[in-house]
């Protein structure tokens, strides 16, 4: 069992870092660093990678913070709009934050006429390194409480072993991204590049059956509707997508940047 010690704030001389926060940071940076990497190694154009990537993190947070508002908790701002610019006070979904990428994504593909699912396992690939370490930071601080266990992987909460879904889903997110190594040195992997279809289909299972484990007996509690959260009813949406991709027949692979077209 893990021993229950919660980590909010890094004292810094006067400064005091928020862990959260600093988790956050740097599985972005992980992220971005991998994934410039493997644009290069594919020959496409890394400064335009650069650009989308900027624009693709301010409306993955304006995302996160819009959904969490809406379907989690809309009372602290409805009383108080100015609350949605407190990122500091917590309350993000990562679906939101999906969604803010995925559409500057696809502006961004559009406006600069880029082949979309190349660049899009390019980002893909990097996401669940990004995610994974930015789910330590959930862990450090005990934000995600789930339900009472005796497990091995639960934490001795004040008032009970429970599972931590923060740590749960950094396992998951963590797992992901070394079945993406693996499947990135094998010559299929390399020709088809299939990340977005198998980290939909992947993440949306696993976070549909995870939430099951978070905890529904405490305050602050995450909303549900009919059973179900937020986050599972989109998990189905991205596993039903991932699945759907995987499954249709493959167009001929778009030709990256250099490469001759009869």
């Known amino acids: 069992m893990i021993p229950y010690n919660r980590l909010t704030y890094l004292p ?25 990497r493997r644009a290069r190694r594919l020959g496409l154009d890394h400064l335009a990678y650069l650009d989308m990537a900027a624009w693709m993190i301010m409306a993955a947070l304006i ?18 709009p100015w609350e949605l610019l407190r990122l500091w006070h917590g309350g993000m979904s990562v679906y939101g934050g999906f969604l803010g ?3 500057a994504f ?8 880029l082949p979309f699912l190349a660049y899009a396992d390019v980002f893909v690939f990097a996401l669940p390194l990004g995610l994974a370490i930015g789910r330590l930071g959930c862990f450090f601080i005990h934000d995600h409480p789930g339900v009472l266990s005796d497990s091995l992987l639960a934490v001795n909460y004040p008032g009970g072993a429970r599972f931590d879904h923060g740590l749960l889903l950094a396992l998951v ?5 070394v079945l993406f190594v693996i499947l990135e040195r094998t010559r299929r992997s390399r020709s088809r590049r299939p990340f977005l ?10 976070r549909f059956g995870l939430d099951f484990l978070r ?19 989109l998990s189905l949406v991205m ?17 990256g940047p250099g490469q001759l077209t009869a």
């Not at 810094?12 to 994934?35: C, D, E, N, R, T």
């Not at 696809?106 to 006429?113: E, P, T, V, W, Y």
């Not at 279809?197 to 696993?206: C, D, E, H, T």
């Not at 596993?239 to 030709?255: D, H, Q, S, Y």
């Open 197 to 206: 279809a198998i980290f939909m289909l992947a993440y949306g299972l696993a």
């Open 63 to 80: 995302g996160a913070r819009l959904l969490h508002a809406v379907a989690y908790d809309p009372a602290p701002f409805l009383n108080d």
């Open 101 to 103: 990428a995925a559409a």
């Open 106 to 113: 696809a502006l961004s593909i559009h406006f600069r006429k």
């Open 239 to 255: 596993a039903a997508a991932g699945l759907a991709l995987l499954l249709r027949k493959r167009r001929p692979a778009e030709p």
């Open 215 to 233: 905890a529904w007996d405490l305050p602050g509690a995450d909303a549900r509707y009919l059973g179900l959260t937020p986050a599972q009813y």
């Open 173 to 177: 997110d963590l797992s992901i991204f």
């Open 12 to 36: 810094l001389g006067p400064l005091h870092i928020q862990v959260w926060g600093l988790f956050v940071s740097l599985g972005i940076l992980a992220a971005l660093i991998v994934g410039y």
